[in-house]
């Protein structure tokens, strides 16, 4: 019994089928798509992604099992390029024969070699590639593998579908012990809040509560083993990307107190990742040429914070935090870029006019350093883009500047 007990109470309760497990029914419900995959004897490449403890490694080990395919199993951040040619060999055994599903856990640390080796072994089927991340796979992922990837969304789970796994969880570790303990409604509401979506950790917390209490587990012996509740990202099972975006419309409202909360929220859930790249994208997207040189300076507080790590990370980010939400906006540039685009899109734009191109010696091209105020008038657009205006000033003392300095040169003065 001791030996049974050091394997954690997660483990113990890993769901063995589809059925079994908690929360993703957009995924493995009734009408779920992995589940109608399975159903129909088809199993592709694919990527998991979204936080912690929401089931990916333990969908891929069922899927294998459905699909009866050979499981190998590596995390990115130890494995190495021998430890793929390893299971690549293992498709000319044996064991590979009813076919190699690769688990490749935080697939995010991989770099761009590593992640290219797989792809001839994607390619002719001889692995099947499930991969998981906590990142955005759009971000991290190499693209060839994307595009031969389905890729889905794990989402962090509600009290709604921790609860009946601590029930379950309770009953087992009454059976295990021979006791018949009873957990208060106050101490299951506060177990599945403290999840925070991590059914995993939501588990850790009920066992260590179980072995600390006589008859009743209660919600005050629960509190005397954590902290603080860190908080759900999303008690209506939403990924904690809302989080991510709170904060950035916060700071894109211009409301430090709002933009402060729901930093602390991400970098309390442990998100830190996560929290510099948003704080960038900020820097460029909301404030971007309203105060240019923000955007270097959120760049250096995100390498100071990667650079301390937890818990001092968090004071350059809190600046960065505080002087985004502070700072002017604009969102000109962000504006400009999906104009063209949607223009590329269109089909616009496919021929670069003559004089700007090396093919015809660039004949006709007039320098613009050889000009007064090194400018001269000149078409850069393609024809079917002549006059039309991408990128307009925003109005901020930066843009209105840069505005009246090119008014003033372009009409000579």
């Keep these: 019994m001791r030996n049974e007990l050091k394997v954690p109470l997660a483990m113990r309760l890993r769901p063995q089928s589809i059925d079994d497990i908690v929360g993703q029914r957009h995924l493995f419900g009734e009408n779920g798509a992995i589940r109608r995959m399975l159903q129909r004897g088809y199993v592709t490449n694919m990527i998991f992604y979204g936080p912690p403890g929401t089931g990916k490694t333990t969908a891929a080990n069922i899927i294998a099992k459905e699909a009866e395919m050979t499981i190998h199993k590596l995390n990115a951040t130890t494995a190495s390029l021998s430890d793929i040619k390893a299971v690549i060999a293992d498709t000319e055994t044996v064991f590979g024969r009813s076919g190699i599903l690769l688990y490749l856990d935080e697939i995010q640390y991989f770099n761009k070699k590593q992640q290219q080796s797989l792809l001839e072994f994607i390619e002719d089927g001889r692995i099947t590639l499930i991969a998981s991340t906590t990142e955005n796979p759009y971000m991290y992922v190499y693209n060839a593998i994307i595009s031969r990837s389905a890729v889905f969304e794990f989402k962090a789970l509600s009290q709604d579908d921790i609860k009946p796994l601590i029930n379950k969880a309770v009953d087992l570790l009454n059976k295990e012990n021979n006791t018949a303990k009873k957990i208060t409604p106050e101490a299951l509401e506060y177990i599945s809040s403290s ?31 954590t902290n603080k509740i860190v908080g759900s990202f999303d008690a209506d099972g939403v990924v904690h990307y809302d989080m991510l975006s709170a904060l950035q419309k916060s700071i894109r409202g211009s409301d430090p107190d709002a ?142 500047a840069a505005k009246a300095y090119w008014k003033k040169i372009k009409n000579g003065g």
């Design 195 to 225: 999840g925070a979506g991590d059914a995993r950790r939501a588990l850790n917390l009920l066992e260590n509560t179980y072995y600390i209490t006589e008859d009743e587990i209660t919600k005050e012996a629960v509190a005397s083993l």
């Design 259 to 400: 933009a402060i909360f729901y930093l602390v929220k991400i970098l309390e859930g442990g998100d830190l990742i996560g929290a510099c790249r948003r704080l960038q994208v900020i820097a460029a997207e909301d404030i971007g040429l309203a105060f240019p040189n923000v955007i270097p300076i959120v760049r250096a507080c995100v390498e100071s914070a990667m650079a301390l790590g937890f818990p001092e990370a968090r004071i350059p980010l809190a600046d960065a935090a505080i002087l985004l939400a502070t700072s002017p906006k604009s969102n000109s540039g962000n504006a400009a870029l999906e104009r063209a685009t949607e223009a590329l899109q269109n089909g616009k734009g496919q021929n670069v006019p003559s004089h700007m191109r090396p093919s015809n010696n660039f004949d006709g091209y007039k320098y613009p350093h050889d000009f007064p105020n090194h400018y001269v008038k000149q078409q850069y657009l393609p024809d079917d883009l002549v006059d039309t205006v991408f990128y307009e000033y925003g109005e901020n003392k930066a843009e209105e």
